[in-house]
């Protein structure tokens, strides 16, 4: 005598599924319903993490240089799989946990040992200690971009989405690889500008997780129109980013990062000022 088997709700795996499926439906009844996710966002978020992890690899094998590189096509990469999402209308909730944890990889760990492979390894030559220094510096901007991504997530929707609450973890990422791709190519070592690069490292991680607001651009208007001047810029910045692409890139997203704290304290004044004149 056959008899119908209830679906269990906590198996979870392909061939439980399937096996229901089956047997509901020689029952009369209807199984369980299949759940898949999007294949397209989630490809460009899986090239991500596939560039964030290479850049890990190249790092360890000495090649800086695509490291660096790898680093910013997974921010390209990071930009384009929510805005394929959005216009698919394949927004999905793992999607969203999937984008986070690649930036996790991409934004986090992957600068982070980059950093450490080209600049603060050397640095146990100094002493035992001063290698505790090198990689605890690696390892500080690897949990604030952590901490960084988390508060980001769980703030969703209830922040300003004109600014982000401190520097995001891409702009920081972007630091940290345009400065090693800017010194690579003009074959500067990373011990040869150590400090700075120390220096850089951990700024970048304090002002991920500071409550510093940046500007987010999501108000930038592409549809509105804009004078005939506005693509003469495009075209001069396109050109100049050609010529010079790794040293632009690391003065942009310095003086991005730099922006944050200058605007706090043109706030702050104004603040002063007003409070002054009453």
Known sequence: MHTSVNPDPEVDTEVGIDEQIGEAEDAGMEGPRRRGIYLLPNLFTTAGLFAGFYAIVAAMAGHFQPAAIAVFFAMIMDGLDGRIARLTHTESAFGKEYDSLSDMVSFGLAP???MYEWAFKDMVNFGFVWGKIGWLGAFFYAITAALRLARFNVRTGVVDKRYFQGLPSPAAAGILAGAVWFCADLDIPGPAVLIPAYIITVGAGALM???IGY?????????GRVPFTTILFIVIAIIVIYLGTPWVLFIAFF????????????????RLARRYAH
């Open 112 to 114: 982070a040992l980059v």
């Open 255 to 270: 003086v991005y990062a730099c922006s944050g704290p200058v605007m706090a304290l043109w706030r702050l004044r104004r």
């Open 215 to 223: 500007y987010s651009f999501k108000d930038f208007n592409l549809h």
């Open 209 to 211: 997780v500071s409550s």
